[in-house]
């Protein structure tokens, strides 16, 4: 089952860093204003599309000025995409997006980022997930003995369970990196922090 991505609130370093791995992904129209650039899905489409090529077509994600066209670019990416790649935006983030709420987007970004770079190390493929239930109406065509088809059958079952656990340790080592990655983040701030009361102590 895909899990809601988690868009804490960022601090300025990582912003800052959010904004330079989104100058590095080639874009087919310029970065003006972040905010707006991103409210209609289509340069998030094709930040996806950079990560993994087959996923994404981007004929389905118009150029948008309606709330409407908006909600729907990004709600077809939620169902169509993310999904397959085991996670999900939730509807307060992606209407905060599309409604230009401050810091939304570099939040999302973030979450998504560090969500595809991980799919991208474990050379996740979500085009090849096991589709049961064609596999089993085929096999359920006359095609040999009741016993054979049975068997099949079966064993059909058995890859896909096969497939959920796989899925579901996926999701956890996704779910670890990142804590670790937090982990590293209450690091940087405590450093922060010392040195903050280091340069305070020395004017006491």
Known sequence: MAQVIDTPPLDEEEVQYIYEWVDEIPLSRPKRNITRDFADGCMMAEIVKTYF???VELH???KAHSYSQKLSNWNTLNTKVFKKLGFLLSKQDIENVINCV???IERVLKGIR???EVCKERKVDPLNVPKVKERVQNLSKPKGSPERNEKEVSQAVMQE???VIQDLRDTIEILENKISKLEQLVKLKD???NI???KISQYE
């Open 196 to 198: 903050l009361q280091n």
């Open 102 to 104: 401050p810091d939304a």
């Open 60 to 62: 389905n994600y118009p």
């Open 114 to 116: 560090d969500t595809l």
């Open 161 to 163: 369970k096969d497939q």
């Open 53 to 55: 090529p087959r996923l």
């Open 191 to 193: 450093n922060k922090i």
